[in-house]
């Protein structure tokens, strides 16, 4: 038992230390998380829209800079969060393949991974819901935290999937940034017409959206929607644990495998060459 928590502790501590060496995700967690979530709030104007919440069948009219702060919230939480998990993922694929191969347990570095996920997404998503709530007062604080939580645990997952099976770190970033863009721009009725849509409903920050949404203007609970959420998070990280698995794969031959040129092995290796005895000359074999 001592043995498994050093494994798991010696992981969750080189996994931590790889986001530490993160400067450029960290300037990005003090800086774009304000930046962007306050922007939204002040340059959108704050004409009441009415909109339909399908978590609780409620007819609101939330001022537009407080649903696009709520919405640029989530942003900035995804963006994020999958931003430090592929890059974590893409830098130490190499270093991970080798204590693999080299015998060190892949359940404790997959728990070391999702360890790291649970406190990046808990740290982010508790500042953006303290930056939010120095402009207004969200309804329900702590579900707005569980519901950036949620979002930030399912992208960081989908970040350890760019990771784990694109080549190039140029593709990761944009298949995270794309995404995030595409799935909350889609729901946010400010900025799209078709919000209201059953096909939102299959996007993978929709019930992030909707408890955010419940959180900031509704009293109503909404724990179906975060269980939802949930869920997304499960099926991205399932496909995350595959990617992981796929690529700390053991390249190493087994004892079943034969070497290459094995089977012609005699074939390959030259006789040894036999020295030939000189010959006896008839002089020499001749009676005198």
Not at 99 to 109: D, E, K, Q, S, V
Not at 127 to 140: D, E, G, K, S
Not at 160 to 169: A, D, K, T
Request: aromatic share 8%; proline share 7%.
């Amino acid at each position: 038992m001592r043995s498994h928590l050093t494994c798991f502790a010696v992981a969750a501590r080189f996994t931590l230390i790889e986001h530490g060496r993160n400067r450029f995700a960290m300037i990005l967690v003090i800086l774009f998380v304000p930046v962007w979530t306050s922007l939204a709030y002040l340059a959108m104007p704050d004409t009441p829209a009415r909109m339909r919440l399908r978590a609780t069948g409620e007819a609101l009219a939330p001022h537009g800079n407080e649903l696009t702060a709520i919405s640029g919230a989530l942003n900035a939480v995804t963006l994020i969060t999958g931003f430090m998990m592929f890059a974590a993922t893409f830098s130490g694929s190499g270093f991970d393949r080798r204590l693999a191969m080299a015998g060190y347990p892949r359940a404790h570095l997959v728990l070391a991974k999702v360890t790291a996920l649970a406190l990046v997404s808990a740290a982010v998503a508790a500042y953006a819901t303290a930056v939010i709530c120095l402009a207004w007062t969200p309804r329900q604080p702590l579900l707005l935290a569980a519901s950036l939580f949620c979002a930030g645990l399912t992208y960081g997952a989908l970040g350890v999937v760019f990771g784990s099976l694109l080549r190039r770190e140029v593709e990761g970033m944009f298949a995270i940034v794309m995404t995030s863009i595409i799935d909350l721009a889609l729901q946010n009725p400010i900025t799209s017409s078709g919000a209201d849509n059953p096909v939102m409903r299959y996007l993978p920050s929709y019930g992030a959206m909707q408890a955010s949404t419940a959180a900031g203007f509704s009293p109503s609970p909404v724990p179906g929607h975060l269980a939802l959420q949930l869920t997304w998070f499960g099926l991205a990280a399932l496909v995350a644990l595959l990617g992981f698995r796929h690529s700390t794969r053991n390249c190493l031959p087994t004892a079943s495998t034969p070497l290459p040129g094995s089977e012609n092995s005699k074939a390959g290796i030259p006789a040894p060459r036999q020295t030939a005895s000189p010959s006896v000359k008839a002089s020499d074999t001749e009676a005198p």
